[in-house]
């Protein structure tokens, strides 16, 4: 089995020069259970939009599938500084998962569509991402083998995850209630930026049809520069509302820092925000080019 930062250094590897890593804290992650800072910058508009990364890998034994998300340490449970971090960060948190090539999962089904020997969805997976939040649920089952299965079911290929209007109109009982900004958010493709974040909340919205009837009714507020200055609480299975979860994440501008690593500087922790510094091991930036085809 691959390290997880061994993976990590690869992708970044491959995928440069359109992601560009910054490494600065090793040492922190032990403690907040994150290895990286992800922001995803559309380059015509400097909207961003930003998550808190941990790796982790799809193994396979005698007993099954697992990926590990009760580990921990003498700070407590991973998971749960995951989220912790990411909720000092007003950022979602998300697992990034290595699922190896296809041949280590040959036997692994992605789901309804799954075709055997050749499918397309599985030949993508080998590194996906998975909404933290979607991970303490699965978590949540005490069966390590289902909850790996179920999250590499449900986790996004990364190369999908940036396709513009791959997600398509998101409608659920609390629609009626959205502010107009959120309504044509969740109804009209996206692109950019914009569909990283929409792809997210789909995935964690699977999860709760035809259970949110009564959410949605109160709106929580985000960040001063999130694009949206508020939305509905929508919890549904989860331990906090997946809609401020994930959106306060999306951000009318990056912050100067990401600016910084995007035009080669090399940053320090006496460079970055404290949250930021203490909150993650280092910093991914992606420049999303032509994010609007209509622009």
């Known amino acids: 089995m691959w390290r997880e930062e061994s993976a990590t250094d690869v992708l970044c590897w491959r995928a440069a020069p359109h992601l560009r890593p910054v490494t600065f804290n090793r040492r922190q992650e032990g403690h907040v259970g994150a290895d990286w800072l992800w922001w995803f910058v559309d380059a015509d508009t400097g909207r961003a939009f930003g998550m808190l990364c ?3 890998n799809l193994k396979r ?11 921990s340490n003498s700070q407590g449970s991973q998971l749960t500084a995951l989220l912790r971090s990411a909720g000092s960060l007003d950022l979602p948190a998300v697992y990034v998962l290595y699922c190896g090539p296809p041949s280590h999962r040959r036997d692994l089904s992605c789901g309804p569509s799954h075709t055997a020997p050749q499918c397309p969805r599985c030949a993508r997976a080998g590194v996906s991402v998975l909404s933290a939040l979607a991970a303490e649920y699965l978590h949540s089952y005490g069966d390590a083998d289902r909850a790996a299965t179920d999250s590499y079911r449900t986790c996004v290929p990364l190369e999908d995850l940036t396709v513009s209007g791959r997600c398509g109109p998101l409608l659920d009982p609390w629609f009626g209630v959205c502010p107009p900004t959120v309504r044509r958010f969740l109804t009209q493709p996206q692109y950019g930026s914009a569909e990283v974040a929409k792809q997210l909340l789909r995935q964690l919205l699977s999860f709760s049809r035809g259970y949110l009837f009564d959410e949605g009714q109160k709106l929580q507020s ?12 929508v919890a549904g299975h989860f331990s906090e509302s997946v809609t401020s979860h994930v959106l306060r994440g999306l951000r009318r501008e ?6 910084a690593a995007l035009e080669g500087l090399n940053l320090t922790t006496r460079d970055l925000p404290t949250e930021v510094s203490e909150g993650a091991a280092g910093l991914i930036v992606t420049r999303l080019r032509n994010a609007d085809p209509s622009g």
């Open 54 to 56: 941990q790796a982790k």
């Open 61 to 71: 034994s005698a007993g099954g599938w697992s990926i590990g998300y009760g580990q």
């Open 222 to 233: 985000l960040p001063p520069d999130a694009v949206f200055p508020a939305v509905p609480q």
């Open 254 to 259: 990056a912050p100067n820092y990401v600016w």
